[in-house]
């Protein structure tokens, strides 16, 4: 890797993801790109580009402009806002991936794909995961997620584009406000527990999910990449997990610090039957024999450093 191209780059992951790959990469060798303007705050230190994935010609161009070898492909519609734009939603995760491996193929780029939990549906074994499993998906953000993972696969065995990816869980994060996920809820309730002391949660109490601290998920998307490829079996789309919560577990750490909390419910019906649909818990195994994934961060540990870094953001303001 040394010359990166992040698309989306503006959204949750992107905006910490580009910090990172700067920071062990060089600033210069890290081109932000994402549909809306950069907002040159101080982090946005290196190259930024405007870059639509859906037209082919912006990303040859780019690619051919800072001779780029590697993509973190982030560009995408998430579950909720998926399933309220479902043709948009196949377009931009499905097309848009395609336009980047097909530019991966003709300049020989690696490329980073993020595949999700919601890649699995409700016929899906939900304890335990296993890495290898039925995947049926419901959700149209399913849908774009298994077609994905397979175009990967594909555009590696029958071209050698060296394609690796993981199945992120929700990942939750004190930078970028998530955009528009059914595991939002995970990090709207910190933010709330902070400036007005209670939440509605638009997941039923009993919903448990796998959850990531986005230094964590930083670290996944890096460690596939640099990993030895020739010990990769998997390459596209590992289980990658840290923690599995529900909103009742996330309240009760929250209240180890801010013991007046209250937490309520307002059933959102969309978000609640994707989340019935995706797992409790994934099986990460393969990730960690196969490239030695190893989350940092639980449930408390991430609890107490999410408190503490929105506390000192909201001091500042
Ligand atoms: P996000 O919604 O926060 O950011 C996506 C970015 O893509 C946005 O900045 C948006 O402007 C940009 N974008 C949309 N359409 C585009 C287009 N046509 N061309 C270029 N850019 C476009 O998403 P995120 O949370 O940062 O997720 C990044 C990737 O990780 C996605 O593939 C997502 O499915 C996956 N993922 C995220 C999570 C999570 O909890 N955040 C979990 C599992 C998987
Ligand atoms: C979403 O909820 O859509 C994402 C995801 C788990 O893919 N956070």
Redesign the pocket.
């Known amino acids: 890797m040394e010359k990166i191209l992040v698309?989306?780059?503006?959204?949750?992951?992107?905006?910490e993801l580009v910090v990172e790959l700067r920071k062990r990469y060089g600033n210069d060798n890290v081109v932000a790109?994402?549909?809306?303007r950069s907002i040159r705050d101080g982090s946005d230190v290196g190259p930024y580009e405007y870059?639509?994935?859906?037209d082919p010609h912006q990303i040859v161009s780019i690619v051919k402009k800072y001779n780029i070898d590697t993509v973190y492909?982030?560009?995408?519609?998430?579950?909720a806002?998926a399933e309220s734009k479902p043709q948009d939603a196949w377009?931009?995760?499905v097309t848009?991936l395609y336009n980047v491996l097909e530019t991966a193929r003709i300049f020989g780029l690696s490329v980073f794909?993020?595949?999700?939990?919601?890649a699995f549906g409700p016929a899906t074994p939900s304890v335990n995961t296993p890495q290898d499993t039925l995947q049926r998906p419901t959700s149209m953000?399913g849908v774009t997620?298994v077609a994905?993972e397979l175009l990967c696969d594909y555009y590696f065995k029958r071209f050698g584009v060296d394609t690796r990816g993981v199945?992120?869980?929700?990942?939750?994060?004190n930078v970028?406000?998530?955009?528009?996920?059914t595991?939002?809820y995970a990090v709207h309730i910190y933010y709330e527990a902070l400036s007005s002391g209670k939440y509605t949660s638009f997941l039923s109490a009993r919903t448990r999910l796998d959850m990531m601290y986005m230094p964590d998920?930083i670290e996944a998307a890096i460690g596939v990449m640099e990993a030895d490829s020739s010990k990769l079996l998997h390459r596209n789309a590992f289980n990658v997990t840290a923690m599995s919560v529900s909103p009742e577990d996330i309240a009760a750490e929250i209240r180890k610090s801010i013991p007046e909390f209250t937490l309520s419910y307002d059933i959102d019906p969309i978000r609640q039957s994707i989340a019935d649909s995706w797992p409790d818990s994934m099986d990460d195994r393969s990730a960690r024999e196969e490239w030695g994934w190893n989350p940092v961060y639980d449930l408390s540990s991430m609890t107490l450093d999410m408190l503490e870094k929105l506390s000192e953001r909201i001091t500042k303001k």
């Open positions: 698309t989306g780059s503006l959204g949750q992951i992107g905006s790109t994402d549909i809306r870059l639509d994935c859906l492909h982030l560009a995408a519609l998430l579950s806002v377009n931009v995760n848009g794909t993020p595949s999700s939990i919601g953000y997620k994905g199945r992120y869980p929700g990942i939750i994060s970028t406000p998530p955009g528009g996920g595991t939002d998920a």
